[in-house]
């Protein structure tokens, strides 16, 4: 596992060092280049980034005193207002701290734009991802607790992927002051997340239209939808989306409301299709990759789903009864069956577009026969992303934890301390990633 803490302190200590350089050999300088483009940069970040680095200087100073402090709720009444007496002291008295946090901005958005520069050397860009929320504890919520509701929180009903319904811990904009505001805080919002980027990934893209409210405290089967203006709402990403030369990738899964999908078709976004999803219920039959909108990024599934391996073999199944995201036995046997349908009606479809002949079709149903297994996944991966290949979506995604086989998920949605989200590392190094084949292998399919 990723220890964060450990590497945020060695990161830490290594910029305090980089900091005290810059400030002796260039802040301090008159007419310094680099001090000039320091200087533009907080000076185009305007009272938003100033806030974040008074935010981050009031978290290390609390957390010094305290080390259950993580964020303005655990602070003194004075300090819970940003442009109050209490925090433009505070900034006064330590405007250095302050100028470090600022610097640490500015430093990684020269890593990321030199980044981007390289990838388009390349003939690629980014693919950034505009989460759903932030945290209720965090330097947004304190920085404008006007636009963003911090005694309700995001979700989802129960459905197919969660009967239990999910809980994001992450309060919702208030669609009343977005419209107040002439939409303002959406369009910088957007605006900060297109930056460098090619692509943008909207997660949970029909909280454009309507997002799922629960009032802290309760269950997600107490929770409702909440309508927002839609068009409004859309014309600004559309408007974004064009001043910033970004395309955007809309996470449209789940519970989509009628007419969604073809309003954002209307307005050019991409949609999200995933292989597991695109089926037929009745039946279990998999849509044939004609069958994909143009105007889509296709994947196998997303970070929020198993991998194939993990998802061929029923590990994720497996994971899921045991932290009880199932709410019965019934559940979890169904389910299970399901997944075991599932598993012969994809080798029924790469086999008929295709991506499986007779014989690596017979290996893949035997093994399916008998549960699911990694013996045939050198066989089940390149077949699957054969499929998708073939797709007529003007993006494929190709996660790289299919290409090196991994089985566990990185994030298990629904899940806190039950399941170590977003901290596995892979199981093999860059350098084995390279060696494998698997990749020259994916880009040859593509290729063909």
Known sequence: ?????????????????????????????????RAAAFRAFVRDGGKSLERLARYEALTEHFRSLDGDSFGWLQWPAAFQE?????????????????????????????????ASKAAGAGGVGFYRDLAVGVDRNSADVWSDRATILEDVSLGAPPDALNALGQNWGLPPLSPHALRAQGYAPLARLLRANMRHATILRIDHVMSLRRAFWIPLGRTPREGAYVNYRFDEMLAIVALESVLNRCSVVGEDLGTVPEGFRER????????????????????????????YPKLAAASVGTHDLPP?????????????????LFPDDTSARNATDERRHARFMLVDALEQHGCA???????LRADAEAGGT??????????????????PSVLAVVAVEDVMGEVDAVNVPG????????????????????????LSQIGEIFRR
């Open 82 to 114: 940003p442009e109050g007496p209490a925090v433009t002291a505070f900034a006064r008295a330590h405007r250095e701290r302050v100028d470090f946090f600022l610097y640490l901005q500015w430093i990684a958005d020269e890593q990321l734009r030199a």
């Open 264 to 291: 954002m078709h209307e307005a050019r976004t991409l949609s999200s299709r995933l292989v597991y999803f695109e089926r037929d219920y009745h039946s279990g039959r998999f849509y044939p990759p004609s069958d």
């Open 308 to 324: 194939l391996a993990g998802w061929w073999t029923g590990d994720d199944l497996a994971l899921r009864a045991r932290i009880g």
């Open 374 to 391: 990694l013996a045939v996944y050198d066989l089940l991966m390149p077949a699957v992303y054969c499929y998708l290949s073939k797709t």
């Open 1 to 33: 596992m990723v220890d964060y803490a450990a590497v945020a302190r060695a990161k830490r200590a290594a910029f305090e060092t980089l900091f005290t350089s810059f400030r002796r050999y260039h802040l301090e300088r008159p007419g310094d280049a």
């Open 357 to 363: 002949g007779a014989e690596t079709a017979g290996r």
């Open 415 to 438: 899940t806190t301390d039950q399941h170590p989200n977003w901290r596995r590392k892979h199981i093999a190094s860059l350098e084995e990633i390279t060696r494998n084949g698997r």
